[in-house]
Structure formats: C-alpha cells, structure tokens
C-alpha cells in the first residue's frame, strides 16, 4: 500500500483529507507518504450493509451533521483499509504473519467487546454487549462509524445501537493547541473551580453536538452568576430562613396553594420533564437550562413571598409555612436535577435536607415527596465568588 499517513490520527488519508499536505485534524502536522506491505480488511464488501444499517436505524449516528457526513462517505464509495502494519515493529503480532503488527485502529476498537468479555466471559459479553450509546468525538466517526461496523458485522457481532460525536472546544474560534498557545489547561481549571463546577461549566456554556468556544472570562463569570449567585443563594438563604424560622425542622404546608406556588410548582415539574427528555438526547444545555429557570423562579419566590415579613406577622405562621416548604421542596427536586452534573454538591445538599438521592427517580420526581418534620442542617457556602483573572493585553 502506498498513501498519505498522519502518524497523530494513526490512519491513512485521502486527498480529500489533507490541505496544502497537511492533516485536516492535526493542520500543524505533515502527512507522510507511507509505502509498505499490508493486509487489508475488504470495507467496501460492506458497503450495502452498513448503509442499509445506518437507513434502518435513523439513531444509529448522532448528531444529524455527523450521521450526513458518515453518509456522504458512504456515496463516495467505501475502499479497504490496511489492518496491518510491516514497517513497525511494535505492536500486537498479526495472526499468521510475524512480520507484520496489527494496525492501531484495528486492536483499539477491538478493545470495545474484549474488554466486556468476548471471547473470555461470555455472560459478562452478553450482560453489556451490544452499547446502548458509545460517545466519541467528531474526529473519529469515520471508525467508530464504518470500520468498526463492518468489522463487527463480519465477525457476526452486534454493533452498538447509537454512536454520538461531541464537537471539539475552541479558543477564539481555532482549536486549541500546544504549539499556538491557545489551551485551557484542564487541571489548572480544576485548581480554579474545582473539577465539579468545571464539568458543569463546560455542559451549559457548549452545545454538546457541534464545537463550542470557551475562555478563563466566560467560565468564571458563568460561575458566579450560575453556580455562587443562582445556585448558591438559592439554597443557603433558604436553609438559613428554615433554620431562623422553624430551627431547621421543615413545617407542613398549611392552606391551598396560591398562583405564586403553582408558578414555582410548574417551573420544576418543567424541569423534570426537560431532563427526562433531553437527558435521553444528551441535550445537557437543555436540561440545564430548564434547571436553571427553576432555581431562578425559586429565587423570585423568594422575593415575592418574602418570608422575612410573613415571620413578623403572627397570623402569617401558616403561610410562613407553606412557603418554607415549597422552597425546600424545590431545593429537593433541584439537587436529583443536578446531580448527574454536579454529584458533589447533590451529595452535600442532599444531607443537608435528608434526601435520598439512591431514591427512585419514577417517585422522587414527583412534587411534594419530602416528609414535613424533617429535620435539616445548614451547611457552608457551595460555591464562594471567584474573582475574574487579569484581562490578558
Ligand atoms: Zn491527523
């Protein structure tokens, strides 16, 4: 085989693939031209089937830009790609031939259903095997997307019922790099927001399915305004008034319900609603976006029912009541919202109001679970104000 290589994708390219001789996905990294004796896997024997699987299973490659190129690829024609390598000497012997290693693709995917068991522990095999969704980044569809299809295909082997491609982060619109300097380094954001607020960070300000632009500046104002302000306040001015008010025993709400806690009612049952749906479309700026309206609309409440006067009048003990509740309610139903984003601080709010986050979701969704008498405990701030980094000049 003779052909374009790029050693950082560890594949070889088409024309289409390169520019001005360079590797699309590595632009700072040349191509070589690789000539050397390889074993083949017959792709484009599969052809037919991997289309006709993709029109079967319209989920099958997610998000929609990226199941398109999978099919423009498709149209263009599929052609065998080398399994082998005979130029390199490390690697896992091929099978049959000592003088060649196989190709790095071909043991790495394999990797996916050796490691759930095939071909050593069949139960655990047939226990994970086939994935209900495999999550990969964009630059790597075109593998996960046909080779590994079609190999599983020809060993008769299921392939995973959903592939999803995640788009890359940018700064300043290029893809970051260690040579151009333009990288967040992912542990010194870590020492600055803590790896908890950082994975939260970085599913709301991104759309998960296309790239998306982050800074130092976005981050930490995002921090502030979402989780020390929105998040934060919400859950420790209430707990402080529960404590204040009812020495942290949740009251029973007493008295029907007024149009201001339907409001707050409805925005969380929104919420729940949202995560349900969008969690199954891995949609997570969706399903924040409708937390954060919630923990926003418990904000207000906060203000509009202003319990601090309701504690000065004494005919107002009930409503008092009500109110607290409902706002412990809805930090209840916030911390299961948050918690496949934020499981630290679920854990800790959770404590704080004796929610059992192990609970199942099918009840604990439901508004108005938590158990009056309960008795809470007031803990520290969550997320102290981080203050914003020098403008870089
Ligand atoms: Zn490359």
Redesign the pocket.
Known sequence: YEGWY?V??E?F?QDADLKGGY????PT?K?QWLKEENYFFKLSSYQDRLQQHIDKHPEFIQPETRRNEVLGWLRAGLQDFSISRSTIKWGIPFPGDDKHVVYVWGDALVNYVTGVGYGTDEAMFKRWWPADLHVIGKDITRFHCLYWPAMLISAGVAVPKRVYAHGFLTVRGEKMSKSLGNYIDPLEAADRFGAEAVRYLLLRELPFDRDGEISWETMTDRFNADLANDLGNFIYRTLSMLQRYFDGKLPAPDGDATALDKQLQTAFEKAVRGQDKHMKALDFTGALDLIWEAVNRGNKYIEESAPWVLAKQSDQRKRLQTVMYNLVEAIRLTTYLISPFLPETAAKVALQIKADLKAPWATAREWGRLAPRTQTALGGVLFPRIEKPEPVA
């Open positions: 790029c950082s994708c594949a390219k590797c699309l996905i590595h990294l191509a």
